[in-house]
């Protein structure tokens, strides 16, 4: 039910913007679940908050909160934080997680990606942002800081066994093999544009005929899928040019 309520919204949310998709904020303290409850309103979701009775609690297992496509999880203790990421992912293995914080580094992302957070924001960030960020999630993208995804790859695939895989895919011309290489290295378009000599205009072309070819909206999403234990498959030629 919730993948086809995701898939719906992916729709709609093109032709007519965001319509009354269903939220849930999860957080141990008031001020933020008023703020973001008004904001998310504005934004035309139905939102349903939920207390959080302690944000030192460690055992979400008997916590009632109700079935969404969408939830925000405060994360002011990252580590609890994450086990209730874990209990959300557990119950409702098609929902999507944004965890909020006041910052976020290795230490406390890491955690929180490896339970199955697929966007991480400051409170500042998500309260201009965060519709954006749905929309990526919803579509099967991650809103994730670039530097914090590669350290999270980097942290459960140390190996460059996949890289190998990936650059030996059917389909790629020699130049977009390198390109690709380059991608995963987290290189930027000018970066890339300056080691493959090149313009940085043709490598922008170059990377967003990529994330094409693979079926992906961001680089962040081609990184993520190169350590995903297998090679990347080539996408329809079906799907639309999209930029870097």
Not at 46 to 71: E, G, M, Q, T, W
Not at 104 to 118: H, I, M, Q, S, Y
Request: charged share 20%; proline share 5%; aromatic share 8%.
């Amino acid at each position: 039910m919730i993948k086809h309520s995701l898939a719906g919204f992916s729709r709609r949310l093109h032709k007519h913007g965001p319509p009354c998709l269903k939220v849930c904020l999860l957080s141990p303290h008031p001020l933020v679940l008023s703020e973001f409850s008004k904001l998310l309103a504005n934004f035309s979701y139905r939102v349903k908050a939920k207390h959080i009775d302690s944000p030192f609690a460690n055992d979400f297992h008997r916590l009632p909160f109700p079935k969404c496509p969408l939830y925000v999880v405060d994360a002011c203790v990252p580590t609890s934080a994450a086990l209730l990421v874990s209990e959300i992912i557990d119950r409702y293995p098609e929902s999507k997680v944004v965890a909020v914080s006041e910052g976020f580094d290795e230490a406390n992302a890491l955690p929180l990606l490896r339970v199955g957070t697929k966007g991480l924001m400051t409170y500042g960030e998500a309260r201009t942002d965060l519709k954006e960020a749905f929309k990526a999630l919803v579509e099967g993208s991650y809103w994730v800081p670039r530097v914090l995804l590669s350290r999270f790859v980097e942290s459960i695939l140390p190996s460059s066994r996949n890289r190998t895989m990936i650059s030996s895919s059917v389909g790629l011309s020699r130049r977009e093999r390198a390109v690709l290489q380059a991608v995963l290295a987290n290189l930027s378009n000018k970066e890339i544009a300056g080691q493959l000599n090149i313009s940085e205009r043709t490598a922008k072309f170059h990377v967003s005929n990529l994330l094409a070819k693979f079926g992906v909206q961001r680089r962040a999403d081609l990184i993520v899928m190169s350590f995903n234990g297998s090679a990347l498959s080539i996408a329809s030629q079906q799907h639309s040019t999209v930029q870097a």
